[in-house]
């Protein structure tokens, strides 16, 4: 089903199913609309309910005014499920930035959250770390995409918002599942992919410590866009959850 929901004087587009609880949450990455979890979407909501949307300014969602932070990008997913038939609790799935907004979520309404599923997703201050790899000709403007929320696709204050999921990450024993891309993105030449992603790979393996109940996952045939290059992967970790099968859950860090 799709629908259309006034948030905060805005129309929201989201898409969703209905077949139970829990229901499990999709959340996007920077700049991109719903319809990148069709495929994964499709597959779980044959099982249970679901939901994505486009968040303001994306897809077909009336834009916000900016710049917006991660606390902002919470609450308007929280107003918008408290708008549509979709019932929790609520298994979230995040990608790249996507996966700030699932932790956040989580912190703020722990008790709306079942589990959380991080697809490569963003490390807060994740720019200051690729500094120490990166050639001087590179780190100005890896550093202003950090600090100026003009040069990113939706407008997001990275700092501002790097600093809300700090102040609000405490451990707790909601389950977390960590999805990490094995391959390194190739877009630029100039980029020292292999190191970059050395860097990601560990910073996403310290996300263990997030949950008394975590698990990490290399996806070793994806690039970031793990659910596209691998869905499977991401479906399997998401019916682990459902199905509260996994005995795999650790508590140690790499």
């Given at each position: 089903?799709?629908a259309l929901?006034t948030c905060?004087g805005?129309k929201?587009f989201?898409?969703?199913s209905?077949k139970?609880t829990?229901a499990?949450?999709?959340?996007a990455?920077?700049?991109?609309?719903c319809?990148?979890?069709?495929?994964v979407?499709?597959q779980?909501?044959q099982?249970?309910?679901?939901?994505?949307?486009d968040?303001?300014?994306?897809?077909?969602?009336e834009?916000?005014?900016?710049?917006r932070t991660?606390?902002?990008?919470?609450?308007?997913l929280?107003?918008l499920?408290l708008r549509?038939?979709?019932?929790?609790?609520y298994?979230?799935?995040?990608?790249?930035?996507?996966g700030?907004v699932a932790?956040?979520?989580?912190s703020r309404?722990?008790e709306?959250?079942l589990?959380?599923?991080?697809?490569?997703a963003?490390?807060e201050?994740?720019?200051?770390?690729?500094?120490k790899?990166l050639?001087?000709k590179?780190?100005?403007?890896?550093r202003?995409y950090l600090?100026?929320?003009?040069l990113?696709?939706?407008?997001?204050?990275?700092?501002q918002?790097?600093?809300?999921?700090v102040?609000h990450s405490l451990?707790?024993?909601?389950p977390?599942?960590?999805i990490?891309r094995g391959l390194?993105?190739?877009d630029d030449?100039e980029?020292p992919?292999?190191e970059?992603?050395?860097?990601?790979?560990?910073?996403?393996?310290d996300?263990q410590?997030?949950?008394?109940a975590?698990?990490?996952r290399i996806?070793g045939c994806?690039r970031h866009y793990?659910?596209?290059?691998e869905?499977e992967i991401?479906i399997?970790?998401?019916?682990?959850?459902?199905?509260?099968?996994?005995t795999?859950?650790i508590?140690?860090s790499?």
């Amino acid at each position: 089903m799709e629908a259309l929901h006034t948030c905060h004087g805005r129309k929201l587009f989201s898409k969703y199913s209905l077949k139970g609880t829990p229901a499990v949450i999709f959340i996007a990455g920077l700049g991109d609309s719903c319809e990148s979890w069709n495929e994964v979407q499709d597959q779980i909501s044959q099982i249970t309910s679901t939901y994505s949307y486009d968040r303001a300014g994306i897809g077909r969602s009336e834009a916000a005014p900016v710049p917006r932070t991660c606390r902002d990008l919470v609450e308007e997913l929280s107003e918008l499920l408290l708008r549509t038939p979709v019932e929790p609790p609520y298994i979230l799935v995040g990608h790249s930035f996507g996966g700030l907004v699932a932790r956040l979520f989580a912190s703020r309404y722990p008790e709306l959250a079942l589990g959380i599923v991080l697809v490569d997703a963003v490390p807060e201050y994740k720019e200051l770390a690729y500094e120490k790899m990166l050639p001087k000709k590179l780190i100005a403007g890896n550093r202003a995409y950090l600090e100026n929320p003009m040069l990113n696709s939706e407008k997001i204050d990275k700092l501002q918002s790097y600093k809300e999921i700090v102040d609000h990450s405490l451990q707790s024993n909601i389950p977390l599942s960590i999805i990490t891309r094995g391959l390194p993105d190739c877009d630029d030449e100039e980029w020292p992919h292999q190191e970059i992603l050395q860097i990601e790979q560990r910073l996403q393996a310290d996300f263990q410590r997030l949950s008394t109940a975590s698990k990490l996952r290399i996806a070793g045939c994806s690039r970031h866009y793990v659910h596209h290059d691998e869905p499977e992967i991401v479906i399997e970790e998401i019916m682990l959850m459902l199905k509260g099968r996994d005995t795999s859950f650790i508590a140690s860090s790499v």
